[in-house]
């Protein structure tokens, strides 16, 4: 099993996130993340999906079925060493007077913020890798975990490439909206 | 990313009716009076239906459009599966219409069949006010939701101003790229709203691009293999049908001398009596035509998918072949089985590019030499021929009613099937040399498709006679759809082929239960007793399903009942069928029930396997090819 970052970039229309997820539980894929929002352009939706798949026939596979979705207008993997991505985490920690600065002090080695403050808590916000965040919370666990709250993961290639463009411009001639158009050409 | 995902160029508007209708002026109308006229100007001209609630404002400028016409089925059912008969038998887009819930969940069995075998079919829904959808609203139901994962596509419309938009896209999604049905769910408050109409609307669908030009490359390279193998197979499946490439199809074989098997949705794209056809592979397939397959050093698969009905045990499938793949979905390439060389294409596209390149290899000097290919091949078909017992009581044999249907058949005839026992004989006994005359529930098994499905071909092509070749059990589901032909001038015959019993899982049980008939006997024989089990083979005569009696059934429903019970009156009783052409014609067949499929590869085993009859396994001369 290998794990695999998919971006897939959709019109923003109501219910293409059920048509997304039903593909993946209809067809039996195994999805470890989804995440979905809005993109620079209105009319676009972009979703990242991470999937665990036995070989490149299965990968294969689930980007075909992703691409046959007609509100789906481009699918791309993106490489661990291509991208950046990201994922965000809000952790409520047990800590009180005794203990709240060493709770204080790994939020700083992993670069956390603190966001709330109680007399027995610390809520921690971190983003990251996802290993990355697996080893702060790993390190919190000894305090206590009160509450843990994960986003799925988000991603986007490094240089100076766009999706969004090669999307839009990919499916041009019969245009998503005007706007769009004229997005990709004067970005 | 794999290439087979970049795809290219734009979607195109569906093709118009006629030039001259290709622009129209705005005109002021409510979305009702715009989805009549979209479906009009879309094409369609016989639509099946049942009117209701939410969809009763569409109903009423229907009654003035001299374009379409309206048949009212008797079940939603009937409209789905009617559609689907239509649009085979005409190659054009069949539509069904039906009101919100009920209406639309009865629509559901017909569109999932349509998706299994991709069939053109656009399905027209209506759908509580838009302010009242969420809050269970009576008849609601979210079919748009319930039918995402058995259609092409669908659509939701709560905008008049959507309305004529959303039925272009439908019609072009339906029959463009790999057919299928879209579903247009549209809310009683947009069918009410008033609306200006003006056609042709602008395609938006960025995200749809079928590619139908296969590419040159794999082309080649196919044909180069096509050339060099010494064991060959074109396994043809229903996308050659669809893609109207039969001729296309011949011309290549008879360039190659490759044996052809044509699955059962493929049944006529190659005329069935030509030198090169095995006969169809699978479960219930020839014993040549499986074990060409299964003995192959390369399978060309044109539109067919590797379905495990056509695979048995798919890793014992097959074992020596390379595979070229060639198929207008790129989704189907090395989803069960690896293609070597894959092609997305258009099959009609494929296969002449195809013909062209073997002309090319051909010129070079490189022509294939099956001549030990075709020895093998003439042995398996000389000694496993299709064939069947006479039963030794006197009674009629079922596949000796199928045969003598086909045989006595007026030329051209179209033949529908239910699924079952009696589906495969009429694969295997019935003449099909013809493409578009032999329509099927392939993916879905849907019992109850034939009636229904003759029904709309019929209605598609009213020069043809049409024969709907049903089991007893399939009848029972879907035989209420004779009044609508009665009712509509739709004259179909029916042959029953009553074995009062549900005959393929009868076999199943007959061969993999111990001849436990636990709930397959429909008969009202001695035997079926309350718990609705039989005591086995021979235990008592059957006389065939006589409640209901299908004579009186179908007199009751406006048809001609007639009945045969032995072979001396066979020929005169389908002679009588065939020269009643004002009335629909339903004749009980009273058959054997102890008729079994043979070949049969048991379910989930290899093909390798497969029984010519009861505890007979082929003999391939294994040794001599090891």
Redesign the interface.
Known sequence: MSQHTLSVLVENTPGILARIAALFSRRGFNIDSLAVGTTEHPDLSRVTIVVRVDDQLSLEQVTKQLNKLVNVLKVAELEAAGAVQRELVLVKVRADNTIRSQVLEIAELFRARTVDVAPDAVTLEATGAGDKLDAMLRMLAQFGIKELVQSGVIAIGRGSRSLTERGVRETRPVGITSAATRTAQSA | ??N??Q?A???RLPRMRAPESAATPSESMTGAQSLIRSLEEAGAETVFGIPGGAILPAYDPMMDSTRLRHVLVRHEQGAGHAATGYAQATGKVGVCIATSGPGATNLVTPIADAHMDSVPLVAITGQVPSRAIGTDAFQEADI??IT??IT??NF?VTSAEDIPRTIAQAFH?ASTGRPGPVLVDITKDALQAQTTFSWPP????????PRTRPHPRQVREAARLLTCAERPVLYVGGGVLKAGASAELRDLAELTGVPVVTTLMALGAFPGSHPQHLGMPGMHGDVAAVAALQKADLIVALGARFDDRVTGKLDSFAPYAKVVHADI???EI??NR?ADVPIVGDAREVISALAAAVREEHEEGNAGDHAAWWQDLNRWRDTYPRGYDLPADGMLSPQQVIERVGQLAPEGTLFASGVGQHQMWAAQFLPHEEPGTWFNSGGAGTMGYSVPAAMGAKAGRPDRTVWAIDGDGCFQMTNQELVTCALNNIPIKVAVINNGALGMVRQWQNLFYGARFSNTVLHDGATNAATGSARGVGSAANRGTRVPDFVLLAEAMGCVGLRCENPDELDAVIDKANSINDRPVVVDFIVHEDAMVWPMVPAGTSNDDIMAARDVRPDFGDAADD
Request: aromatic share 6%; charged share 15%.
């Open positions: 990313m794999p087979a995902v795809q160029p734009a979607a748009v939701g995402m994962p092409k596509h939701l999604l602008t395609a938006q669908l960025p995200g749809y691009r979905d790129p989704v090395s989803k690896f």
